[in-house]
């Protein structure tokens, strides 16, 4: 059973932990540290106090924790006013068996439900296969390439390209899981 909840400072070690490569170079472009996500926890807790800003959780299965997961109704570089980007990582271990997928699908749940947002972005590299299909998974579809100005060199042709950007429109979309 996939649960999101609140970090806290006993969540660092294996949040930690799960930041593989992977994640680093889809996620975070860098390692965090104990005193980074220490901070970092506890700014999404000080947002998620003020319903303000950038809020994330810990994605649990069945009562371990598998990944991150954060939305950002504050963001500048987003397609159009209502839309809320949301970014995800799944540690290691509990990769393939539908963690991302379901932990979107409850985020946008809850932004829905809230009314944070009229449409849900997830922005990718457009070589990062898995996001895409998580994107795709969840609904999504591809609305552009690169409004968030990162340019990636893509792996086949060296060519520069933007993000991949995909909503959600969550008034219209009935979100399904399973």
Known sequence: MIELRT?????IGAHMAGEDAAVIKWLNGAPGTWDSTQRHFEMLAANAAGGVGKRGFGVWLDGELAGYIDFDPDGTDLPSPGDVNIAYAVHPWARRRGVATEAV???CEQLRQDGTAERAIIRTDPMNRASI??????GFRPVSASVSGRDHVCETDETVAGDVVFALDLKAHSLRRG
């Not at 970090?7 to 969540?11: A, F, I, K, N, V």
């Not at 299909?133 to 969840?138: E, I, Q, S």
């Open 133 to 138: 299909g998580v994107a795709r998974a969840c």
């Open 105 to 107: 699908l409850l985020v």
């Open 7 to 11: 970090l806290g400072e006993s969540d």
